[in-house]
Structure formats: structure tokens, C-alpha cells
């Protein structure tokens, strides 16, 4: 099995799932779109993933918000409101009868284009809205584990020309760098920013811990993980030191623990960065401590909710 902060449990009830297209439902093995899709002939496209946890879809206003900022900077614009767009993603989940333990996955594409091209104004159609429910539970065992990482040659873009904030169809540099890592024998990718200071993880974001501080990259070049927003929210509300700064990979080798953040895995922990074992070479107390945290917050919302 692969491994990496998204192993999930295999789970028989996803090969019959129903999959949303524009608002209408397909069986997995029927869910398809246009060879003409603007998303698949030039990855123009946006998306956003939040988790459904005991009948509550979690961080809903962050992802929703995260999701009309991405759509402002692409220059999309969407013919429905978020309350719309969440009814639909209700829908979506009570056609499948889904409660807990769900990873639900929107994307949306410019549209259709009437000839291959980037141009946007050959787009004959409105944006394409994909929804994607599954049931994913993050693996338990992989979390213990913890991940190894790599640092590829692979750089975290400027926002000039592709803002790392962007939760966008383009992945390309992602894919690649985490090529550099798999190829390497690590499980995922650490990733440089421009200037050579630690930016973020392939698809997660990325955290020290150094005698009892908590450390993160600036928000320059870093993505706008909504996972890494709480633990920042954790931490200030724990009385825990925790900054976000420009920092190499001579203080990442010397850290006491690591860890990773994202909306399906939560906290995970890295135990080994190019070959070199972090800290201890296992799951830390102030990782767990901080997972412990994000977690309550989780059923703080849901309890609430």
C-alpha cells in the first residue's frame, strides 16, 4: 500500500457511490466529463476538500471562503451563492446516506471549451461543478508511523505567477516534486520557497518543533491550509510559542519533532527528512499534544453544530 498522510481504510461502500455533475447524480463507474473541459484541456480550474464528521461538514465557512478567494483570483464567476453550493453538497451526501467519516472533494472548472485553447473566452458553457464523496479514514497505523519526507529541487512558486495559496487544477510542480521524493524513497515532498528557506510539503504544510516552540514558514509562499490555521489557533489559545518564519533546513535537521498538516490526515508526524532522523525518530509529545488539541476542536464544532 502506498504510504503517506493520505492512506485511508479501504472501504467496500465507495465503488457505489453517486458522484454530483452540475447538480446532477452518476454512479461512479458513469461520472464523466468533456474532453473539452477547460480543467482538463489546461488545468483551469479550482477546488476544495472538507471533511464530513458525525453530521457536520467541518471548517465549512473557512473552505467555502477559501473557495470564493480562489474563484476571485482566477477571474471565475460563479452563477450560484455558497448556500447553494453547500445545499448541493447536501444533497450529494444524503443521496449516498452518508453521516461520518466522509472526504468530500468539490471541483470546478471554467467550462466548456468550444476548441482546445487557454483562452477563456472560447468557453461556451458555465462552470463545471464536480463533487466527489467518499469514505476516507485516515489510517490509524500510518499516523503512529508517521511519514518520511524528501527535499526535492522542486521550488514553491512566487505569487507572481502562481500563488501557492491557490488551491488550483494545476499541480504539475507538486506532482514532479513529489516524483523527486518516491524516486528518493521517501513517502512525500519537502518543497523550498523561492529564496531557499522551507515552505511547505507537496500537499501539506509543514511544522518544527524545537525546544518547546512551535515553528511554520511565513505565509509568502506557503499554501493557505485551513488545517494549519487551527493549529495556529490551538497554539495561541494553549499559551503554546508558536511563530510562523523564514527558516532553513540546518534548523528542520536539528528540530526536535516535525509534523505535517492537512484536512484529510489532520497532524501527521515526520520521523525522517533526507535520510536524517528527526528528533527522536517517532510520533513527539508536542505533536500529539497539538493533535489532541485540533481534534477537540473538531468536537467542540460538531457538538455545537
Not at 207 to 215: D, G, R
Request: aromatic letters at 8%; proline letters at 3%; charged letters at 25%.
Amino acid at each position: 500500500m502506498v504510504h503517506g498522510t493520505h492512506n485511508a481504510i479501504e472501504d467496500s461502500r465507495n465503488k457505489d457511490i453517486l458522484i454530483s455533475i452540475n447538480n446532477e447524480l452518476f454512479p461512479r463507474n458513469e461520472a464523466k466529463i468533456s474532453v473539452f473541459d477547460s480543467g482538463y484541456l489546461v488545468g483551469d480550474g479550482i477546488w476544495e476538500a472538507l471533511r464530513l464528521h458525525r453530521g457536520v461538514l467541518v471548517f465549512l465557512d473557512d473552505h467555502l471562503n477559501r473557495l470564493w478567494s480562489a474563484a476571485a483570483t482566477v477571474g471565475m464567476n460563479f452563477p450560484f451563492t455558497k448556500e447553494e453550493l453547500t445545499a448541493n453538497i447536501w444533497s450529494t451526501l444524503k443521496a449516498n446516506d452518508m453521516e461520518d467519516g466522509v472526504h468530500v472533494r468539490i471541483m470546478i472548472t471554467r467550462g466548456i471549451k468550444k476548441t482546445p485553447s487557454q483562452d477563456p473566452r472560447l468557453t461556451i458553457s458555465g462552470p463545471n461543478i464536480v463533487i466527489i464523496p467518499e469514505y476516507k479514514t485516515a489510517s490509524k497505523e500510518s499516523k503512529e508511523k508517521g511519514i518520511t519526507l524528501f527535499t526535492s529541487t522542486i521550488r514553491r512558486g512566487s505569487p507572481d505567477y502562481l500563488d501557492p495559496k491557490l488551491n488550483c487544477h494545476s499541480k504539475l510542480h507538486e506532482v514532479q516534486a513529489l516524483i523527486h521524493a518516491i524516486e528518493a524513497g521517501a513517502d512525500e515532498a519537502l518543497m523550498l520557497d523561492v529564496n531557499g528557506f522551507v515552505s511547505t510539503c507537496n500537499a501539506t504544510n509543514f511544522f518544527v518543533v524545537k525546544n518547546e516552540e512551535v515553528w511554520t514558514s511565513t505565509p509568502k509562499y506557503c499554501m493557505n491550509g485551513i488545517t494549519r490555521a487551527k493549529v495556529l489557533e490551538v497554539c495561541k489559545e494553549n499559551n503554546i510559542s508558536c511563530y510562523e518564519k523564514d527558516f532553513s533546513l540546518f534548523d528542520v535537521y536539528g528540530a526536535d519533532e516535525a509534523f505535517v498538516t492537512g484536512t484529510f490526515g489532520g497532524l501527521t508526524p515526520v520521523t525522517k527528512i533526507d535520510g536524517r532522523v528527526v528528533g527522536k525518530g517517532n510520533y513527539g509529545n508536542m505533536t500529539k499534544r497539538l493533535n489532541g488539541l485540533y481534534e477537540s476542536l473538531i468536537e467542540e464544532i460538531v457538538n455545537n453544530g
